[in-house]
């Protein structure tokens, strides 16, 4: 989903939302203020995750939860302006098994780990890769499984069909996230094919980007499979944007971990939440939340922590 940054695929809810509708929307939240909430899922504590859950953390009664919003399907605002989306239905789960609430509070993503060591929240749950330079500050509870993909307008008027036809050519991404520097990661192979590296376009959020493919400003947007796909079903009721289909990389470019993340001083932390996982994992709610959001291929067989490599 969100790798140096973000990290990925598709999404069907009742009222689904498109791309104008999550511009209008995303102002809706203060940044670090609670998000407006639907209903939580609700489930019995789990004795063992939430024996290992620290005591201050039961004491407070609350897990603050750092999320770039709006960023869907992860994270996103509904019809009438509650929180919804993958991390949210997610996290309800795991507070649920922990005996306390986890509140999603609204940070930008380019700051969203300074907002952990600064004390402002517990946690971060994004749609942050868990790759090996984040593990240097962070600790991942894993959660989702998936690649990038390539979104261009509907039709694909610009003939895209894979990465490599993007070399000389403006692409955007999300600021402060791994998509620039994994392009980068092409620019031999674009010289090697007698063009020039792609030229890589880095925007606040992700409507922005998508705003830029709709301009003409960027030929495509290189974004989690899951923002890519929900994106393609949803932003004009499906007409706008499509996703580029690469046979050789099926689950998209350059597969990574998502996962929650939590600062490394705090390991029983982390210990509480794989417990969490693994009980929402073991009773079918966590396949239950994968299958809402249409993201059952990108999910995990059992809980881990840094499994990024």
């Known amino acids: 989903m969100k790798t140096t940054a973000r990290h990925q695929t598709s999404v069907k809810i009742a009222t689904a939302l498109g791309l ?25 504590v789990d004795p063992v995750a939430s024996a290992a859950l620290p005591a ?5 009664g609350i897990i603050n939860v750092a999320s770039d919003i709006p960023f869907p399907p992860m994270e996103m605002f509904d019809a009438n302006q509650n929180l919804t989306g993958f991390d949210f239905d997610l996290a309800q789960a795991l507070g649920a098994r922990l005996g306390v609430k986890m509140e999603l509070q609204t940070q930008a993503f380019d700051s969203i780990i300074p907002s952990l060591q600064s004390g402002k929240h517990d946690v971060i749950m994004s749609g942050m890769n868990d790759t090996p330079e984040r593990q240097k500050t962070l600790d991942f509870v894993a959660y989702l499984h998936a690649g990038f993909s390539i979104l261009v307008m509907a039709g694909n ?21 791994v ?5 980068h990661g092409y620019d031999d192979k674009c010289v090697a ?20 493919v709709r301009s003409g400003k960027a030929v495509a947007d290189v ?3 899951a923002v890519a796909a929900y994106a393609a079903q949803t932003a004009g009721d499906g007409k706008i944007f499509e996703v580029v289909k690469d046979p050789d990389n099926p689950a998209g470019y350059n597969p990574l971990y998502t ?3 939590i600062l490394k001083k705090n390991a029983d932390l982390a210990n509480a939440l794989n417990l969490a996982m693994g009980a929402v994992i073991a009773d079918g709610t966590y396949k239950t939340i994968l299958a809402k959001y249409d993201l059952t291929d990108f999910g995990i067989d059992a809980a881990g922590i840094n499994l990024g490599k």
Do not use: H, Y
């Not at 104008?20 to 909430?37: K, R, V, Y």
């Not at 895209?160 to 991404?173: H, N």
């Open 193 to 212: 094919a007698g063009s020039t590296p792609i030229k890589t376009m880095e925007l606040p959020i992700e409507t922005d980007v998508q705003t830029a």
């Open 223 to 225: 974004v989690d499979s």
């Open 56 to 60: 201050a953390f039961k004491k407070a």
């Open 20 to 44: 104008a509708a999550t511009l209008a929307l995303s102002a809706c939240s203060a940044t670090g203020d609670p998000a407006p909430t639907n209903s939580a899922p609700t489930a019995n």
């Open 259 to 261: 996962g929650i993340g």
């Open 157 to 177: 008027p610009e003939k895209i069909t894979t990465v490599l036809d993007l070399c000389g050519r403006d692409v955007a991404v999300q600021k402060a996230t």
């Open 179 to 183: 998509q620039a520097e994994i392009l």
